[in-house]
Each structure stands twice: as structure tokens, then as C-alpha cells.
């Protein structure tokens, strides 16, 4: 029986309020409801609830003040997912420890990130995720046969920005559920979604996803066209550096004509960009809110794409479908009129991938690659441009996103390792470090 994550756009949670009479307590609906806004939920195949996961979902958003909770639901579908094969209760907690579920969970993502089925970076996600939901039963007392982690202190060693700072070591509250995954030596610990596309890599992918003269799309294999939504999406994670799922809740309304005056500049940015926060619609990573940078050219091609004739029957499709959005409905629609999937996305990926694995041998970006090309080849272009070098890693670190400027550093550490890169990379690297 499959497990599922099905979204309310509108949660709303009732408490109740507890009114005492002699030695009777009666409950009752308070007035003061709260909205949660979209909630992820888990469900089985059957339609049956897995509640003791939603309990979890729920009480992150309305006690903790979580703005989005899709990571954790991802999380959760994979773990009881698991659960689900291996035929194992979420609380079966026998003495041997290799027979408690969260252990086997553990090898599980081990062996998926060693056969190369998950990134690093997901493996310790889920892993977190599933320590996290344990805890929440804890605190509560639930009462487990034996527990489902053992506690331990990790010595960690602190790397501050002065010198009093580093070499200084932290005892932290741990379990010994960590992973503890090897980093990928080739990259000097970069991840893979962080290496940037060569010039002629990505020479060969725009030249698949151009339209031809007839306004028809390249067809990759012998059945599967591209789709003019795939290529959007390409070029917005290419040109404009959104996450995937930036750019599958990406709202028409974001989409407007330039004025004469917009479309003589190369890049729209700050409020002329594109405005990306959950209140519009847009899932970005962590509920953050800001402005991405697009090409006025791309949004021109937006603008044209949503008043087609394709997208105005596509559109018509979804509001059918879905009333309640009718307002703001997405960019990307399906021809059955939902939402561009990530599953589709990601099939039309592979596929373009094989396709030019017959220029490039060596070529296994994954999607989200793009964002790291656009990331290093537009920050070439600004340092080109004359801008002072903490001025364009400010600028870019918020247009991207990042938290931290160490992700967009990871950038040009790529560049320092490969002796073989495009020249563009190397002269990057050469403006930021040795200036």
C-alpha cells in the first residue's frame, strides 16, 4: 500500500476550550480558529490517514510557527513508506537494535546513497526528519518498548569567521542515528547539485530545448517531445537560478510585458524581478520571501506564452478543477489541467540527460546543476562589470536565496578543482581570489 502527501490549500484547526461545572468538564469549539494556510498531509493509498504523522506536521505549524512543512512531509512519506515494505509498525521497538525500524531506516538511506539513488544531503534530511518525529512522541511520553535512538555527545570543532574562534571544540546533543556520509572527494566536498554546467554543456542543452521555425519542439527520442513548459522551466532554473519548486508554484500573476524601458535593460531585478514568497503562492525553500532576478527576453517569452491559446486552455482546465484558485493559478499546467509535476520534470530531464550523453559521455547534471550555472556565470558577469567583489556575492546571495554565503562559495571552490573547466570558470575563480 503506497503512501501519498496530499496538500489542503487551507488548514484551519478548531481547539477546544475546556469550561468546568461541579465535576463535569465539557469541551467546546473555541471561537478563534486557527488558519495554518497549506498543509501536507499523509495519507494511505485506502484513504486512511497516517495520524500519528500528521500529529507531527500539525503541531510544527501551530505550536513551533512553521511556515512550510514539505521537507518534513517528505521526510515522513519515505520513512513510512519504508515502514510499508519492510512490514514494520512506526513503534515496534524490539530489544535487538538492528530490528527497530529507525535503525533499518538508517542502513536503508545508507545503501541508497552508496548505490548513488539519493544525495547526501537528503539522506541526512530524512534521517533528520525521522529523529525530529521521534522526539515529538518523547516529549510526550509515549511509551515505547525500548527507545527508538540512543542519546550521545558529538564533539564538534568551531570554524569562526576570527581566529579566537576556531579550533575550539563543542559538546552537542546527538544520537546515534547520524549518518555520518563520506563527502565526495572528486568535488573537494561540493555537492553534485552545486556543479555548474560546461559553456558547451549547456551550448547543446539550448540548442534541444530551442524551438524551431515552425514553432516546434525538438523531439529527444523517437515519442516523447519537449514540452514548451519543460523549456521554461529549464530556462528559469538556467537564466533566473529558481529551485525546482520555485518554478512548478510560480504564479501567472507573476508574469507581466515590459515597457519599452524595462526591456532595454538586460536583467529585470529588484521589484521589476520575479517576487517569490509563500503569501503569493510561490514555495520557496524555508518560507523565505524575495526578488529574483529574470531576463527582460525571458519575461517577454512568458508574457507571450500565457495569453497562447495553449496556456488560456490549459488555464481553463485547472480553475475547472480547481474553484479556489481560480485567482492565482499557476504558470505551469499540465494538458489535463494540474499543476507541471515534479515527477514529469524530472522524467523529461533524464531523458534530455540521455540525449546529450551522445555529445557529452561525462554528462550527469541533474536539474538542479542549472541554478549553480546561473549562479556562476552571472557572477562572472557582474565582477566583469566592474562590481566590487562583495558587492556582487551580496547581490547574488540574495537573489539566490542563500542563507549563507559559504553555498555561493562553493561555486568557485568547483572551479579551483577541476584543471579541465571552461575558461569562464577559471577566469571567475581568478577575478574573486586574486584581486
Wanted: contains cysteine; positive net charge.
Amino acid at each position: 500500500m503506497s503512501i501519498i502527501i496530499w496538500v489542503l490549500p487551507e488548514f484551519q484547526l478548531t481547539p477546544y476550550e475546556a469550561t468546568r461545572s461541579g465535576n463535569r468538564t465539557d469541551f467546546i469549539n473555541s471561537d478563534n480558529p486557527l488558519l495554518l494556510g497549506k498543509m501536507p498531509l499523509l495519507y494511505r493509498s485506502d484513504g486512511s490517514a497516517i495520524t500519528v504523522a500528521n500529529n507531527w506536521l500539525i503541531d510544527l505549524k501551530a505550536n513551533q510557527f512553521k511556515k512550510d512543512v514539505h521537507t518534513q512531509a517528505q521526510g515522513l512519506m519515505h520513512y513510512f513508506s519504508f515502514l510499508e515494505q519492510i512490514g514494520c509498525e512506526w513503534d515496534s521497538m524490539p530489544i535487538a537494535l538492528r530490528k527497530r525500524p529507525t535503525y533499518a531506516f538508517k542502513r536503508h538511506l545508507r545503501e541508497a546513497h552508496k548505490n548513488g539513488m539519493i544525495a547526501r544531503s537528503t539522506a541526512n534530511s530524512y534521517m533528520g526528519v525521522v529523529i525530529k518525529f521521534y522526539k515529538f512522541y518523547l516529549s510526550r511520553k509515549y511509551v515505547f518498548e525500548n527507545p527508538p535512538f540512543n542519546f550521545e555527545f558529538v564533539k564538534v570543532s568551531t570554524q569562526g569567521q576570527y581566529s579566537y574562534m576556531r579550533n575550539n571544540m563543542l559538546y552537542v546533543d546527538s544520537t546515534d542515528l547520524r549518518l555520518n556520509l563520506p563527502r565526495d572527494a572528486c568535488y573537494n566536498g561540493v555537492s553534485r547539485s552545486l556543479l555548474p554546467l560546461s559553456e558547451l554543456e549547456w551550448q547543446s542543452v539550448e540548442q534541444k530545448i530551442s524551438s524551431q521555425a515552425k514553432n516546434l519542439r525538438e523531439v529527444v527520442n523517437d515519442h516523447t517531445p519537449l514540452s514548451i513548459e519543460f523549456t521554461l522551466a529549464v530556462k528559469l532554473a538556467r537564466l533566473s537560478g529558481l529551485r525546482r519548486a520555485e518554478i512548478l508554484t510560480l504564479r501567472e500573476r507573476q508574469i507581466y510585458r515590459p515597457t519599452p524601458e524595462q526591456s532595454s535593460k538586460k536583467y529585470l531585478i529588484h521589484s521589476d524581478g520575479l517576487f517569490l514568497a509563500p503569501n503569493v503562492g510561490v514555495r520557496t525553500k524555508g518560507g523565505t520571501s524575495r526578488y529574483a532576478e529574470i531576463p527582460s527576453v525571458l519575461m517577454h517569452e512568458l508574457h507571450d506564452y500565457v495569453n497562447s491559446e495553449r496556456y488560456i486552455s490549459r488555464k481553463k482546465k485547472y480553475i475547472r478543477l480547481h474553484p479556489n484558485d481560480s485567482c492565482n493559478p499557476p504558470l505551469l499546467i499540465n494538458r489535463m489541467g494540474n499543476v507541471y509535476s515534479e515527477g514529469t520534470l524530472n522524467a523529461r530531464w533524464s531523458e534530455l540527460r540521455k540525449e546529450i550523453k551522445k555529445q557529452h559521455v561525462n554528462f550527469a547534471h541533474k536539474f538542479h546543476n542549472l541554478r549553480a550555472t546561473y549562479a556562476v556565470y552571472r557572477l562572472k558577469e557582474l565582477l566583469c562589470n566592474r562590481l566590487k567583489e562583495a558587492e556582487a556575492l551580496d547581490y547574488l546571495q540574495s537573489t539566490l536565496g542563500h542563507k549563507h554565503r559559504a553555498t555561493l562559495l562553493a561555486y568557485l571552490r568547483f572551479c579551483e578543482q577541476e584543471s579541465s573547466v571552461n575558461a569562464t570558470y577559471e577566469d571567475s575563480l581568478d577575478i574573486i581570489l586574486e584581486r
